[in-house]
């Protein structure tokens, strides 16, 4: 089956009561049990909820994984993979992140002794070189949040076969449509389903998919136990989400092509971040594992100035300046400042994430529209 009709079909099955071709919200807490121990298949809504269930199956079945876990945020959804290690573990991940995730593995995770390296990911020499007898995880991101690194996932997971160490990959810039990490070797796929997969920036939520039925369980057993889980309502907006995906992936795509085109050609511009480049260093990589290079960029003006970026942060109309991205709206973004702001400025510097830093999630809009909105606020 192709992905479109994946996207429609995947998890959906008429409601046996009523024929409803739409997944019904059970908003309950609780289910009615024959006798002690025998029950339909759902005992309380923390461990199973049935338009959970059909979410899972259809998170599985669009990253052509077995398993699928949904999350109450992708925050929590990283948080149970870290809570599969133990004290003194090691974690390999890129130095270039979403900054929920390094305030997650730096202010909760390192008091309780789990090691986190950070390296360049883009040379799978630097993982290589970074592994030890104490490394249980590789963490990428590809595209990476907010500077569109890519790392060639097959090559890492290579590696961590060879080593017995579990590969992670937070797909959320990339979503299913764009990219399957479990096709490239990786053991399991993380999201913010908030942002492409939900699409309308209505519902926050996080998932999980893999492959491994023992991976699974144990992963299983960190949500049920830490309860960390989506309520019914948020699941049937994603299940309605994904519907959509494919269409809008295409949207984002092309009008991010149009976008990320046309800011290079500003004088007024500087560095312009995107893989969709045949010059930026990771091109040949993504246009091998991806189906496309999204409506994420990012870019600097020329005059590298703070205040001028903060200027046309706050002068565009269509252009929301808000968090968060993937919806069909388009969002503008200052990472220094939000997204971003819990890493350290100097790690941050470091890293090649400037103070000027803009960061678009391109939405759906009429392309020459949202250009005429920078070009005003540009200048």
């Not at 390094?102 to 789990?114: D, S």
């Not at 908030?194 to 996080?206: N, P, R």
């Not at 050609?265 to 990771?282: I, L, M, Q, R, T």
Request: aromatic letters at 8%.
């Amino acid at each position: 089956m192709k992905l479109a009709t994946k996207l429609i079909h995947a998890g959906a099955t008429p409601d046996p009561s009523t024929g409803a071709i739409m997944t019904p919200i059970f908003q309950t807490s609780t289910y009615v049990q024959e006798a002690p121990g025998v029950n339909k298949g759902f005992e309380y809504a923390r461990s199973q909820n049935p338009t959970r269930k059909a979410l899972e199956e259809a998170l599985a079945i669009i990253e052509n994984g077995k398993f699928g876990l949904a999350f109450s945020s992708g925050v929590a959804a990283t948080d149970a993979v870290i809570k599969l290690l133990a004290p003194g573990d090691e974690v390999i991940c890129a130095n270039d992140m979403y900054g929920g995730t390094y305030r997650l593995f730096t202010k909760v995770f390192e008091k309780f002794g789990i090691v986190f390296t950070y390296v360049d990911t883009t040379s799978v020499s630097n993982v290589q070189a970074a592994i030890t007898d104490k490394t249980k995880l590789v963490w990428l991101e590809t595209p990476t949040n907010p500077l569109m690194n890519i790392t060639d996932i097959a090559s890492v997971a290579a590696i961590t076969k060879a080593k017995k160490i579990l590969l992670a990959v937070d797909n959320t810039f990339a979503s299913p449509y764009l990219q399957n990490p479990l096709d490239l070797g990786a053991d399991i796929v993380m999201h913010s389903v908030t942002k492409y997969l939900g699409g309308h920036s209505d519902v926050i939520q996080g998932c999980l998919v893999m492959n491994d039925a023992e991976l699974r369980e144990k992963l299983y057993f960190i949500q049920k136990s830490c309860g960390a889980v989506p309520g019914p309502m948020d699941c049937f907006l994603v299940l309605r989400g994904i519907k959509t995906l494919g269409v809008r992936m295409k949207a984002h795509c092309e009008n991010g092509a149009k976008i990320a085109n046309w800011l290079r050609s500003n004088a007024k511009v500087g560095k312009v971040y995107w893989p969709g480049f045949e010059d930026h260093p990771g091109h040949a990589v993504a246009r091998k594992q991806m189906r496309g290079f999204g409506g994420m960029i990012s870019f600097e003006l020329k005059n590298d100035s703070v205040e001028e970026a903060k200027r046309v942060l706050s002068s565009t109309h269509l252009f929301s300046l808000a968090e968060s991205l993937g919806g069909v709206e388009s969002l503008i973004n200052h990472p220094a400042s939000m997204t971003h702001a819990s890493i350290p400025r100097e790690e941050r510097i470091k890293n090649g994430l400037s103070d000027s830093l803009i960061r678009l999630s391109v939405g759906i809009e009429d392309a020459d529209d949202l250009i005429q909105d920078l070009q005003k606020a540009i200048g």
